[in-house]
């Protein structure tokens, strides 16, 4: 029997505090004693300070109203304060029960001397209770009255004492198919049964685990009967798996590749599960798409195999099918029951009687012992846990589960519990849930999935093969394999999409693969209707959706043919979208993160080059294009692979043409995809994230290739060929800078179509920047440059020399053009000056001087940084390069500060 202290939902802890103290004082009342002094209220905690009203002698009481079980550390701090106090006395009032080792110091403390034993006394709620009985403040639990009420005393589950603002009441589960569904109430002090709806309406406003089941059970309009009473349990559903291979719900076992090691250490944990005093609870976590369903599903089917068949029991229930806290309880028994028909255990009759101690009744105590007989472990996994978070009205049945998971964690039983959900959720971290479960950690075991190996890729790729009885080339497997990036949902995706070309009459290696992934998932929305879109967007919104709810909104044919087409799975009355990973894009249109790791195998003027030889509309032999460019037919299509691997070509045999993405073969538009295609390369967003605006050395961009290839095994000398080459690449793509034998993270806004002005431009930036020129005089001198060009002679030399330096201007033909992406990027002229001048080190030297000198003289100021760099400057050179110095630091510093670019001042400042 149970005592729950319980406030209106969001009460204050105070509020808990009195409702304990009130408590406190009746039980003490009871045993004539009266409070003295209230030494500390801490929420459900409560220390007094307690005199005799007889003999005079004083107590000292504390008052615990936690609903999980107290650990033998309160009762050894409850003796130190004692002792160390020298109190008579010690009482601890406790409205929980005690772990297993708090148990057995009480145990042992009554062993001790008498003088030392009677200085501690610990009333637990049974205590309580009876004190309470014995002082007629309550009544006996109406037992006889609540199973005629209800048809049969076995439909009944454990009472507990309801402690609220409205009174003392006596609640009872009751049960429908063995585990707890509803709850009688009756008034504590006179055994009345509740039946009004303005007291059980007071009652579901409380923050207690009764609130999460049906209490208008009671009510007189719904009076039950032993012939209204279902002996089904609530509906669990078991994970799904697909039909077929290319079934994208979980993969079935026999299609089932990977996660060897991680199989074999979960196998393993259930073995040890059964030692003394082991962890009893695992997770399974990874973000979406990364086969966690897939893995439990195996785990399931391993389980069943000769050799584990009479030593595990696995039962996976999909969390996405609880609409009730009953869900719980309901999936325990219905895995117990489950395991007794394969022979787990012995045949007993199982119900479960409370569901905030689960494992507690009689009848599943019985069953878990005669698992331990028989040496037979059984495991209930959930499925899809993250979902909890999502809803407020789930908050519930998260309670249920983490009474179990505390249950199981302090049994010694031979059940284990299994929690299976993603890791890249961040719209639910906001939920109450989310902390809590996080701050259980250290009792369960993690196994956290990564993106596949290459071996497991390969696997993937050669199960393929064998589903559609047809090999692939090794360039398409390598596609595969590069495109995929090792993401388990992606690689099912491409062979999918292939196979559904190679089905049209495709050839496999004409299909292009690409990192398109939100074109493949408009792909899955071509042959739906108007009415199917809004209905497919309307259960990512509620999901997990109610079915009956979705019926009545978009209709039976709607719906049908959404799950025949398995973009919705039906788990029971509860519709989901096929994917966790297509649901969140529904949601947000937002496309799943993939880091682009491809490493090209040519240098990017070998890929142009070749590039711009092919047709737009038509295929062209590798020999061929070996003819007109003088290269053997095996390097056109090592170039060719790297052209298909960067959306620039599309491939039909030993043929290619420009990819329809691309869609023209000049230099610009080529290097213009290219540069959106390597936007998404790790390398490039690490480089951004860490370095944005630094220049840095070659050693640097090697050892950020390495973070973002942490599985891959090179040597030093190909670490270097392979950083050498993508530094030239985004190079070419506008996305560093070379400055001497080091380079500039700083995206220019525009691709580099001068291949000879790379070299020019890394020994221009390479030289230190000396502000030849005011910032007035650049910003004056690039705003009059027109869109259409301006003749290189009426542009002023120095004034050229920063815009060229800054790569703002570009110059053909005896013109000087503006470098309109980049300035449009930046959001304008003086932005862009500004973005480019706040990344050169002289500046940021010159404003750190700035700081702590601000009044420094332009002579002095340029004399520091000639000292600096080693620069040899005649006086005049000092005067003219140090006043522009000055004023470039200060217009950069103030725009800093300031957090807004203005068009720089004209006047010199010195």
Not at 95 to 109: I, M, P, Q, Y
Not at 456 to 469: A, L, P, R, V, Y
Not at 823 to 829: A, F
Not at 838 to 856: A, F, G, H
Request: proline letters at 3%.
């Amino acid at each position: 029997m149970k005592i729950d202290v319980a406030c209106i939902k969001g009460a204050t802890p105070k509020a808990k505090g009195d409702l304990l103290e009130n408590l406190a004082e009746k039980l003490l009342e009871a045993q004539h004693y009266e409070v003295i002094k209230e030494i500390r209220t801490v929420g459900a905690e409560l220390d007094l300070l307690c005199k005799h009203k007889v003999n005079g002698k004083q107590i000292y009481v504390e008052c615990k109203a936690h609903k999980d079980p107290l650990a033998a550390s309160v009762l050894r701090q409850l003796w130190g304060t004692v002792d160390y106090e020298e109190y008579s006395e010690g009482w601890l009032i406790s409205t929980s029960d005690l772990t297993k080792d708090a148990k057995g110091f009480v145990e042992n403390w009554k062993t001790k001397p008498r003088t030392k034993s009677e200085r501690l006394s610990f009333y637990q709620p049974k205590e309580i209770i009876d004190a309470l009985k014995s002082s007629r403040l309550v009544v006996a639990p109406p037992e006889t009255a609540a199973s005629e009420f209800i048809g049969a005393s076995e439909n009944l589950g454990d009472w507990l004492l309801l402690l609220s603002d409205f009174g003392m009441y006596w609640c009872v589960y009751t049960l429908k198919g063995g585990a707890p569904f509803g709850v009688l109430i009756y008034n504590a002090s006179s055994g009345t049964h509740i039946r009004d709806k303005e007291t059980i309406q007071n009652i579901s406003s409380l923050d207690s685990t009764i609130t999460d089941y049906n209490l208008n059970v009671g009510l007189d309009e719904e009076k039950i009967t032993p012939s209204t009473i279902s002996k089904n349990l609530p509906a669990v559903i078991q994970v799904q798996t697909g039909e077929s291979w290319d079934d994208y719900r979980p993969a079935r076992p026999e299609d089932f590749v990977g996660r060897d090691s991680t199989q074999k250490e979960i196998l393993k944990f259930l073995g040890s599960s059964k030692e003394s005093n082991a962890t009893k609870i695992f997770a399974i976590t990874g973000n979406s798409g990364l086969g966690k369903s897939s893995l439990i599903a195996k785990i399931r089917d391993r389980s069943r195999n000769k050799r584990y068949k009479n030593k595990y029991f696995v039962y996976a229930v999909d969390i996405r099918g609880a609409r009730e806290s009953s869900y719980i309880p309901a999936s325990l028994i219905a895995a117990l029951r489950e395991a007794q028909r394969f022979g787990f255990g012995d045949k007993i009759e199982l119900t479960l009687n409370d569901p905030s101690s689960p494992l507690n009744s009689k009848s599943i105590q019985e069953y878990l012992l005669s698992l331990g007989k028989k040496e037979q472990v059984v495991c209930l996994i959930f499925d899809q846990f993250e979902e909890l978070y999502s809803k407020p009205d789930l908050y519930g049945i998260f309670n249920a589960a983490k009474a179990l998971m505390l249950d199981v964690a302090s049994n010694q039983g031979n059940l284990v519990l299994g929690f299976a959900w993603k890791t890249d959720s961040t719209t639910q971290q906001d939920h109450p849930a989310y902390y809590l479960w996080h701050e259980l950690a250290d009792l369960r075991r993690e196994y956290r999935l990564d993106v596949f190996e290459s071996g497991e890729i390969s696997k993937s790729i050669t199960k393929f093969e064998k589903e559609i009885n047809q090999k692939i080339s090794a360039e398409i497997r390598h596609q595969i394999s590069e495109v995929s990036q090792g993401f388990p949902w992606l690689l099912k995706k491409l062979c999918i999409n292939l196979y559904e070309g190679m089905a049209k009459g495709e050839k496999a290696d004409s299909v292009l693969l690409d990192l398109d992934v939100e074109r493949l998932f408009e792909a899955d929305f071509n042959t739906l209707s108007h009415q199917e879109s809004v209905c497919l967007k309307l259960i990512a919104q509620k999901a997990p959706a109610d079915w009956s709810e979705i019926i009545e909104t978009s209709g039976t044919t709607v719906l049908n043919n959404l799950v025949n087409k398995r973009l919705v799975i039906k788990s029971g009355d509860r519709l989901n979208i096929y994917w966790d990973i297509f649901k969140d894009y529904l949601l947000t249109n937002r496309i799943p993160v993939v880091p682009y790791n491809y490493i090209p195998t040519s240098d990017p003027s070998s890929v142009i080059n070749i590039c711009t030889k092919l047709s737009v509309n038509n295929f062209t032999h590798a020999g061929d294009i070996g003819d007109m460019v003088g290269l053997g037919e095996k390097t056109v299509w090592n170039i060719g692979a790297d052209l298909v691997m960067l959306g620039l070509a599309e491939r039909n045999g030993t043929a290619f043409k420009i990819s329809k993405k691309l869609g023209a073969n000049d230099q610009n538009s080529i290097l213009k995809q290219l540069r959106e295609t390597l936007a998404k390369h790790s390398l490039k967003v690490t480089l951004f994230k860490n370095f944005s605006g630094k220049t840095i050395t070659f050693s640097t961009v090697r050892e950020t290739l390495k973070e973002c290839l942490p599985k891959a095994k090179f040597g030093e000398k190909t670490w270097n060929t392979y950083s050498s080459r993508l530094i030239n690449y985004l190079i070419y793509c506008g996305y560093l800078l070379r400055a001497g034998n080091s380079v500039v993270v700083q995206d220019t806004g525009a691709v580099i179509t001068d291949k000879s002005s790379i070299a020019r431009r890394g020994k221009q930036r390479g030289k230190v920047f000396t502000a030849a020129v005011s910032p007035f005089a650049a910003f004056s001198a690039l705003d009059a440059i027109s869109n259409a060009g301006t003749k290189i002679e009426t542009v002023k030399r120095n004034e050229l020399a920063v815009l060229k330096r800054f790569e703002l201007v570009m110059i053909n033909d005896g013109m000087v053009f503006p470098n309109t992406e980049s300035i449009e990027k930046s959001g304008g002229i003086k932005e862009a000056i500004w973005a480019a001048a706040k990344n050169e080190r002289s500046l940021m030297e010159c404003i750190e001087v700035l700081k702590d000198t601000p009044n420094i003289h332009s002579n002095e100021l340029a004399g520091i940084i000639s000292d600096a760099y080693d620069l040899s400057w005649s006086e005049g050179s000092k005067a003219r390069n140090g006043r522009s110095l000055k004023q470039w630091a200060l217009w950069v510093k103030e725009s800093i500060e300031k957090s807004q670019v203005s068009i720089p001042p004209s006047r010199n400042r010195k």
